[in-house]
């Protein structure tokens, strides 16, 4: 059996039923078979593919804390330090209730390639929680934060592990988790990213993934001869991702008519009205719902949907697998040119392909939604030199970062042979720096 099989078979023997982390592997060991099995002897004897695959660290705690009614709960806690081979570990929270061990190690597995592609020195690492912030206090998201920090920060710190914010970690829960890190460790050090302009943070961290997601867009569209001016956009999702890749959209000239929540999608012929969406998300946090208050002639409907909506462009920005096989068949029955990931893993394994043996340009998230991480290190470096850039400094290292990453997975998949092949593209470019650092640093 080849090399890539055998650990396919391991990884899924040894980490049962884990089917995201499954997936987030097989997607990427079938991108590298070609580089493996070029001098599959010597990867095999350095079991590189056995260390690439499984975590160095995994913490697993308990966080209780007291809610509004004075009665206890107890929420799980994790952080996976997934590989350091090339920086401190670095990679978001995320407090969901559908967060378990198999999505959070997927995500560090993605996050260790995706880091890599950003040219920085920062390794791949994921936490987060089953705590559900929506529907709960101030006070109740404090409680559970100080505790989820209380044991955190005994595994962290600026030059070790720099967490940040995903889904359900925002500036809120950031400013809770610093302060309780600095009140046990007495350090004021840049140990979490995404932190508040008065205390460390960095200006345009809060915009960069959803703008980044635009720009390297913009970068393939225009290597493809075209434009985004003019051009309709699909977006899902409705939080910070989402909300930013609209703003850039709109400022680029294109018309984005779709966003989404967990609970239904917006339809909005005449264009996403943002302050509404802001208002609504980031304001009142509130459900999309309420979006039709705003304007009248849009669409509210409950459920999932946004990919029937007619469009050039799909951005994916709410969750991993929700554009599913029957949705990339409608988007290439509409005439989607390109779809790119601003989500983690948001498109399934057979859409994907599906997508591209159809001619759709596609980008994958963990080079399309990299500009978040990237600035993250952005505000690791103004940390370290105690100064702060100003926000067209840290939109232009942004700016050119993504046409890098672009420039990057586009030459990596030419040099393979695979033109256009945006995943095979991100994985092994992602990879070679990594494989390099690992090898160099010897049986580590
Ligand atoms: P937010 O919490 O700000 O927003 C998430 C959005 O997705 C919300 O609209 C939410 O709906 C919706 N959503 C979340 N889970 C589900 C679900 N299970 N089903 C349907 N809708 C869902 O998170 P972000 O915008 O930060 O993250 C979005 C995606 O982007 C994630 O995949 C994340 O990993 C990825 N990402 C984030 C980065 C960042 O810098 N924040 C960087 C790179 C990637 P509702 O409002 O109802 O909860
Ligand atoms: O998935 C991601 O890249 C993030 N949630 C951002 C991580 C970070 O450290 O900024």
Redesign the pocket.
Known sequence: MSYVDEILERVIAQNPAQPEFHQAVKEVLESLRVVIEADEDKYRKEALLERLTTPERVILFRVPWVDDKGQVQVNNGYRVQFNSAIGPY???L?FHPSVNLGIIKF?GF??VF?NSLTSLPIGGG?GGSDFDPKGKSDREVMAFCQSFMTELCKHIGADTD?????IGVGGREIGFLFGQYKRIRGLYEGVL??KGLTYGGSLA?TEA?GYGLVYITQELLKDKGMDLAGKTVCVSGAGNVAIYAIQKAQQLGAKVVTCSDSTGWVYDPEGIDLDALKEIKEVNRARLTEYKKYRPNSEYHEGRGVWQIKCDIALPCATQNELFIEDAKQLVANGCIAVCEGA?MPTTLDATKYLQDNGVFFIPGKAS??G??A??ALEMSQNSERLSWTFEEVDQKLQGIMTNIYKNINAAAKRYGKENDYVTGANIAGFEKVLEAMLAQGVC
């Not at 720099?162 to 995903?166: K, N």
């Open positions: 670095k990679g978001g995320r995500l993605e996050q995706k994921k720099v967490p940040a914010g995903d990213t995404g961290r993934t983690n939604n990299a978040g991480v600035t993250s």
